[in-house]
């Protein structure tokens, strides 16, 4: 079946630089889109960035352009998103999630990786 | 950008009523671009619907989306005591990227 399996937590400190890895089974891992979202403790979605994992064309929110960086790995089918110059207010779990270009909607998720900045 | 607002934050409902969930956007969107999102405690959102009416693989069917231009709802028919949750709804525009509502709790009364 298709599933997105994501690296574990987190703990780094501010400042510091974090990646998470995202590993994609089940399907033709560069016919898809794979979206990074967030959530802030108690709080809402945050969409962050995309990677096409076909040629690593990436386009980032302008909220973190300059501090994320996606990758992708086509010999493991593994995505990776760095976020750097870390601060309290990137504690949040982070999500990858998958869409067919052009099809707008994310399915699956990821089980999430929660990240914790602290001193 | 767009902003996507939805109503109301919080609704109180028993099993077995019906919900009736709001998601407006700041500006008309593509209908084809809004999907919505289920999310329970501790868990990853899941898609409910996509481009705006059509289920998603395994959603019953007591789940319909309608809507068109800058007015979207989720409406849920009888509720089952696994329906309460947080729902999202989230649009696709090609100069903002992908932008989420803050979110509607759905809880037991």
Redesign the interface.
């Known amino acids: 079946q298709v599933q997105l399996v994501q690296s574990g937590a987190e703990v780094e400190k501010p400042g510091a630089s974090v990646k998470i890895s995202c590993k994609a089974s089940g399907y033709a891992f560069t016919n898809y889109l794979i979206?990074w979202?967030r959530q802030a403790p108690g709080q809402?979605?945050?969409?962050m960035g995309?990677i096409n994992p076909n040629n690593g064309d990436t386009?980032n929110?302008q909220k973190f352009r300059g501090r994320v960086t996606l990758t992708r790995d086509t010999s493991t089918t593994t995505v990776y998103m760095e976020l750097s110059s870390l601060t309290f207010e990137d504690t949040a779990i982070y999500?990858c999630?998958r869409e067919r270009g052009g099809?707008?909607?994310?399915?699956?998720?990821?089980?999430?990786t929660l990240v914790t900045v602290s001193s | 950008d767009i902003v996507l607002t939805q109503s109301p934050g919080t609704l109180s409902l028993s099993p077995g009523e019906g919900a009736t969930l709001s998601c407006r956007t700041s500006q008309s969107v593509s209908s084809?671009?809004l999907?919505w999102?289920q999310?329970k405690p501790g868990q990853?959102?899941?898609?409910l619907m996509?481009?705006a009416s059509s289920r998603?693989t395994g959603i019953p069917a007591r789940f319909s989306g309608s809507g068109s231009g800058t007015d979207f709802t989720l409406t849920i028919s009888g509720l089952e005591p696994e329906d309460f949750a947080v729902y999202?709804c989230?649009?696709?525009g090609a100069s903002t990227?992908?932008?989420?509502?803050?979110?509607t709790k759905l809880e037991i009364k």
């Open positions: 979206h979202v809402g979605l945050e969409w995309v386009d929110a999500y999630a099809n707008w909607w994310f399915d699956p998720w990821g089980q999430g | 084809s671009s999907s999102y999310q990853a959102p899941r898609l996509y481009a998603a999202y989230k649009q696709y990227g992908y932008t989420f509502g803050q979110g």
